[in-house]
């Protein structure tokens, strides 16, 4: 008597005594699929190593020769120049550069300008800004609506600290202090 806890019982149709048909149906589609497989595989790296070696070769060489080719000619065009000075120092800010904060606002749903977007990096990202977060004043500016923010921005001095009143998403206020930065 056999022990069915150590042995389980076998699945139907895999008892002993059970014998397969003699001749299993062929299959000779398994074999051309293998065989498939791999010329598709030996072609398509064989085109891709083409490709990128004509185009990207070729297409570099061409471009290097007939853009030689065309700056020689003009070299020898151009009458012979005296060296170039020296690059002007940078200039110095304009007293009417303009400010940004580097975030992008909308109207809020009651007072305020509703910050959608803040640009990393730049000063509204340094001061703490987020998403979400409404801009209500800025120093003594109150902000009512996405063009007064533009408009008190605009008034305010790159590169001085100006405090701004800020009311997050989750309800509470804050006052933090922001430099606003010059559009380049």
């Given amino acids: ?45 064989l085109v891709g190593a083409v490709l990128v070696l004509s185009g990207v070769g070729l297409g570099t060489v061409g471009a290097t020769v007939t853009g030689m080719s065309r700056l020689a000619e003009l070299r020898r065009q151009s009458p012979p120049t005296a060296p170039s000075p020296a690059p002007p120092a940078a200039p110095a800010l304009a007293p009417t550069a303009a ?18 977007g803040v640009h990393v990096p730049g000063p509204g990202y340094t001061a ?19 063009a007064d923010l533009v408009r008190v921005v605009a008034r305010a001095h790159p590169g001085r600290a100006a405090r701004l009143t800020v009311r997050h998403a989750s309800g509470g206020y804050q006052q ?8 380049v």
Avoid: C, W
């Fill in 1 to 45: 008597m056999e022990q069915t806890a150590l042995r389980p019982k076998p699945i139907p149709g895999q008892e002993r005594g059970y014998d397969p048909p003699a001749d299993p149906a062929p299959r000779p589609h398994a074999a051309r699929r293998r065989g498939r497989r791999i010329r598709t595989l030996l072609f398509g790296s």
């Fill in 99 to 116: 400010a940004t904060l580097g975030v992008e606002a909308a109207d809020a749903e009651k007072v305020g300008a509703l910050v959608v």
């Fill in 128 to 146: 703490g800004l987020v998403r979400g977060d409404v801009l209500l004043q800025l120093g003594a500016d109150r902000i009512d609506s996405a």
């Fill in 176 to 183: 933090l202090t922001v430099v606003p930065g010059v559009v």
